[in-house]
Every structure is written in structure tokens, then in C-alpha cells.
């Protein structure tokens, strides 16, 4: 078996109760890879308190006027080991295109931070049956770089994020199975995840691991899914 992958996003969150105890599920756990992904603020508590680190976004200039912003290169003086690019907030908020995030993904190489790739479609999109095409359009800036790219793409359908309607197991194996066709690369499904949801989306053949937002930010929920994962 290979050892499964959890993402979790706490987004514009502080930790969650319990997060730091000696049995909290945010630690790396012999069957399973556990990263948390913090705000910028509690990077360096997270990484102190023994948990695998990353973040949330980062800006691909090193340098410069940009108030507010955090860049790639300066991640480098942190302890995050990942970092996400083009989360779909960053695409709606910030309006990150693919172009940028694709210069996002080579600062991350260039700092030595594994990217995980964020990519998926709006409820629109999926009615018109365009997943495919939208899914190629956000993974072809990427086909300039290197084949052998080290990095992590996640699957997030907008549709299905942060509102409770998960994709389906068969629909999020539907669109790993056609990403996997365009890049061999470890790739995780997100999208309301849930520790009832989680047994059935991790036994998909093309299912690598979970990008999980909400339930990050209750530690009962977040162990029900590593145990979801680690018992198969
Ligand atoms: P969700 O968020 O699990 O709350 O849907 C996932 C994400 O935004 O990464």
C-alpha cells in the first residue's frame, strides 16, 4: 500500500483545539503523510510543536513592493516543506491566473518547497461538460516545465468546496484518472471531505490522498478521516 497523503487546510483559521496534543491526528502517522497547512502566523508554533508544515499561498516575485505579501523564496527561511498554488480562494479572491500560478509552481521548485498544484471546475463547467478541458487548460502552463516535475496536484472541484456536496467517489476518479493521463504525479482529492465520505474517496485506484478544509478545523472529524485512511 502506499502511504496515503492528508492535506489540512486551515485556511483563515487559528489551530484547532487540541491540535498540539501528544495524540493529535495533525501528526505524521506510520500509514499516512499528515501536512497542516496554517496561517502564516502559526507556521513556526505548528513546526515547533513537531507537525509537518506548509502554506497557503505564496507570491512567485522574491522580492519587492508588495505589501502584504509573503514570497516563495522568503519560505525558504521558514520551516514550510509545501506550499499551495492557485487554491481556488486564491482564484477567486486574489484572481490568480494560470499563468501566475504556474510561475508559483517554478519559484517553489527554484526554493526547494514542494507545490501542490490546485486545480478543478466551477458547477458551470461541469454542466456543460467541459471538466476536461478545463482541467488540461489549468495543467498545460505546466508542460513547458520539466516532465519529471516534483510536485503534488489536488483535484478540488469549485463545486464542491467548502459547502458540504462532495464529488462523488466515481466522479473524483473520473477526473484523477484523466489527470494522471496528462501527468504522473501524486494527486489528492478535495472538496467538502468528511470522516463519512473519506473510506470510500481514498480506495479509488487514482485517489492518492485528501485535501480537507472544514474538517481540519475539528480535531474529532480530522482523526475520524485518518482513521478512514490508515484502516484499508
Ligand atoms: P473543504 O475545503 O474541505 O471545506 O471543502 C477544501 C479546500 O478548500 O481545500
Redesign the pocket.
Known sequence: MTKKFL?A?W?MNPPPEGWEKPDSPFRTHADCDVVVFPTFLDLERCSKAGLIVGAQCGRSTHHGAFTGDVSIDLLKHTPCRYV?CG???RRNYHGETDEEIATQVVAALEANIHPIL?IGETEEERAKKKTEHVLKKQLSSLSTMNSHLSLTI?Y?PVW????GKTATAAQAQEAHAFIRSQLDVRILY????KPENAAELIAMPDIDGL??????LDVRAFRGIVDACTSS
Open positions: 492535506a487546510n485556511k499551495l487554491h481556488s480562494d490546485c489536488a478540488e464542491a468546496i467548502g459547502n478535495g472538496g467538502s471531505v485535501l480537507i478544509g472544514q474538517s481540519s
